[in-house]
């Protein structure tokens, strides 16, 4: 059975939150498991840049973080679900990205799955969600793992936006099952 853990770049209970947990029942009947990891939740200190981790692949802050790497550890993909804010990804998602350093020397996130998805406000033309993509996709590349599907979900401003589309959020995941099998 695959794993995988999906962090969401949202603290409130609004349409990244609501995706992960309508993909989370949509595997659950593949028989695939997963957990959500919504960093803004989380007691997560701010990557103060001193590289020790560099030399010994560990992090000196003691939080959240260590439970949520070890879930990353035994995940074969990871999916990042992040609002788009200021044409960028969400601050909670950054922070989080930023303390995966102790994975990045030497790689441990090698060959993992990466899916990325972006939700905005704005709609598809103003390009809102694309450099939030971009970022997510750079990440994944710089820790060599695998980009194996993204999406971009545009004009979901409010909370309930996503349920609006059912038959694209149901499209989506779809097609995104058949890149963890
Ligand atoms: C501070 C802030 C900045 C935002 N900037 C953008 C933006 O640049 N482009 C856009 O399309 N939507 C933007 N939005 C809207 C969010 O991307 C949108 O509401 C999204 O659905 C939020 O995801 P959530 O419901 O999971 O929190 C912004 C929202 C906030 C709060």
Redesign the pocket.
Known sequence: MTKVTII????????????AKIMKEKFQKERIISNIITPGNQKIYLCTGCMDCDQNGKCDFKDDMEDNINKILESETLIF????????L?GDLKIFMDRLNPLYTPIKLKDKKMISIV?????KE?Y??EAALTSLNDFADSAEMKVVYQYQ???????N??LKKQEEVNQMIDNLIKKLK
């Open positions: 969401i770049g949202s603290r409130r209970d609004g349409n990244s939150s609501k995706l679900i992040t609002p788009t804010r200021w044409n960028l969400s939700i905005g406000g704005k709609k103003e809102s969600t979900f545009n004009e979901c401003l409010l909370a936006d996503i």
